[in-house]
């Protein structure tokens, strides 16, 4: 089993529909979670930061933690076609010999006009 | 802020010579910084990291005198492919973590390096 699980995809929506992506993970000592969004043949981009459980807002992008239930979500509200790309959750644990993240598989998103 | 530059951002070389990839932080401090290695539509595959002025830590399974690694000040790491050959072909990302404070724990990716070897 994997550490970080997350649907490959593809998902694809039309423009304005509200999107939703999410990874579920096994390690209990995770404490940062975090969202990145790549577009294709670039490097990852951050969206979403959170530590611990909780929701965090910015903009059109929603970030939730739930710990209790080892699940984390990334809502995209309004989607546009420029949304189009791949989301990697990300997570790591704290302190220690922690530094690595790790990654899900990434989410390929289409928004279509 | 927080920008991470990465160059070359394409290389064509032939097989047998080596390959200097330059990952450079360009508005902070990186006590850490890490090196992937992405096949196409998979996800990351983390290859080492590294800390300014110590040896880097290769994952299991990455050959270290294959891919030499130098963190010589708190703004730059290399990644060097010594005797590059076809399979090592690939997408290499960098990325910098800051040292303290919150914000410590949030690793800024360059924009990649796409290595072709003939």
């Known amino acids: 089993q994997k550490e970080v699980e997350q649907d490959p995809g593809p998902l694809s929506v039309p423009e304005g529909a509200i999107v939703s992506l999410n990874c579920t993970y096994s390690n209990s000592a995770f404490q940062y979670f975090m969202w990145y969004r790549q577009y294709s043949r670039k490097g990852p981009e951050l969206l979403m930061y959170t530590y611990s459980s909780g929701n965090k807002e910015d903009g059109r992008f929603t970030a939730q933690v739930d710990k209790s239930s080892k699940y984390i979500s990334l809502f995209i509200r309004d989607s546009q076609p420029s949304d189009s790309a791949t989301y990697l959750c990300?997570?790591?644990?704290?302190?220690?010999?922690?530094?690595?993240?790790?990654f899900g598989a990434g989410t390929r998103l289409a928004v279509h006009p | 802020g927080a920008v991470v530059s990465q160059h070359p951002s394409r290389v064509i070389c032939k097989s047998g010579t080596s390959v200097k990839i330059e990952c450079r932080s360009l508005?902070?401090?990186?006590?850490?910084m890490f090196w992937y290695r992405q096949f196409p539509k998979q996800s990351l595959m983390l290859m080492a990291t590294s800390n300014e002025g110590s040896k880097a830590t290769y994952e299991q399974g990455v050959e270290k005198d294959k891919f030499l690694i130098n963190h010589a000040s708190l703004t730059l790491s290399t990644l060097t492919v010594t005797s590059a050959h076809p399979e090592d072909s690939s997408f290499y990302i960098c990325?910098?973590?800051?040292?303290?404070?919150?914000?410590?724990?949030?690793?800024?990716f360059g924009a990649g390096t796409r290595l072709s070897v003939l």
């Open positions: 990325s910098a973590q800051m040292g303290g404070g919150t914000t410590k724990n949030i690793q800024y």
């Open positions: 990300a997570m790591r644990a704290l302190g220690g010999g922690y530094n690595k993240l790790i």
């Open positions: 508005d902070f401090q990186a006590t850490t």
